[in-house]
């Protein structure tokens, strides 16, 4: 189950672990589909790299400085 709280501007959800395979999952599938448009690719990479900013397995995807 994913729970949702805001307080203000912030935004936490809390998920499992299959839950959150399948957001990583549906996000790289949403980064394959915009291949074509870079700026959205590259931006949908960062944003694979923030939300595994504090995940210790991750190693982060290096952007080009054009797509900064």
Do not use: C
């Amino acid at each position: 189950m994913i729970t949702h709280s805001r307080n203000g501007d912030r935004v936490k959800l809390e998920m499992g672990v299959d839950e959150w395979q399948t957001l990583l999952l549906a996000l790289g599938y949403a980064a394959g589909a915009s291949f074509r448009d870079k700026p959205v690719f590259w931006k949908l990479v960062r944003f694979a790299n923030e939300v595994n900013r504090t995940n210790p397995s991750f190693t982060p995807y290096e952007i080009p400085e054009e797509f900064r």
